[in-house]
């Protein structure tokens, strides 16, 4: 089967590409390094030729709000062009809990984004993963000085980038879902236990604050961002991921 894989060098689409790849599969990573940019659509149609499936895990550079306006060309242009190119499955990644938080305008950019593929006419699948654990060090960064880190007691069941590869791959080259699939860690941790977990980890000796105002997730309330009943539940652990 040969599967376009839109934003497929970077952290999930390059795993992506090597598990279909290893399993026999035609996966094509395409990237704006690679001559394909979604937002403007070059190379689009050229990354699409002979594919029977298209994953996208493009993203814009930033949360900021500019997000809805990329999320809707983007998917707006990829709709357009796979009819033209009879892509039979479309496959998107999306954010477990992301129509639960209206207060991100990065969320409702991926609602936004999730809504468009419905009402497209091509047969798709969403899947919606928890937090990676990649991105963690990039949360901790917002908020952090020399001394301390703030970040608010949210509770979080972060999953490892591997295990979202796994599941984008399975679901790819299976039938269209027409619906969500949700994949998460097996563990809920506060997002301020995870800095304190990672700083231990590597010795850094800063401390970490609890500030339930402080970040983009402090928005995040209750089990919002928790997998909830019918979830794939991964089996990597942090602490496991952390001693790799």
Known sequence: MKIAVMGGTGLIGARVVDILNAEGHEAVPHARSTGMDLLSGKGLAEALAGAEVVVNLTKPETFGDDSPAFFQATME?????????????????????????PDLVYYRAKVLEEDILKAGPVPYSIVRATQFFEFIDTVMSWNA???????????????????????????????????????????????????????????????????????????????????????????????????R
């Open 77 to 101: 242009n990829l709709l357009e062009a796979t009819g033209t190119a009879g892509v039979g499955h479309v496959v998107i990644l999306s954010i477990v809990g992301v129509d639960l938080v």
């Open 145 to 243: 000085d020399e001394h301390t880190v703030r970040l608010p007691g949210t509770l979080m069941q972060p999953i490892a980038a591997d295990d979202v590869a796994r599941v984008v791959a399975d679901v790819s080259v299976g039938a269209p879902l027409y619906g969500t699939r949700d994949i998460a860690g097996p563990e809920v941790i506060p997002l301020d236990e995870l800095g304190r977990i990672i700083l231990a980890a590597r010795g850094d000796r800063r401390t970490v604050v609890t500030d339930d105002s402080a970040g983009m997730y402090a928005a995040a309330q209750g089990d919002t961002l928790l997998a909830k009943d019918g979830a794939v539940i991964a089996t990597t652990t942090y602490r496991e991921w952390l001693a």
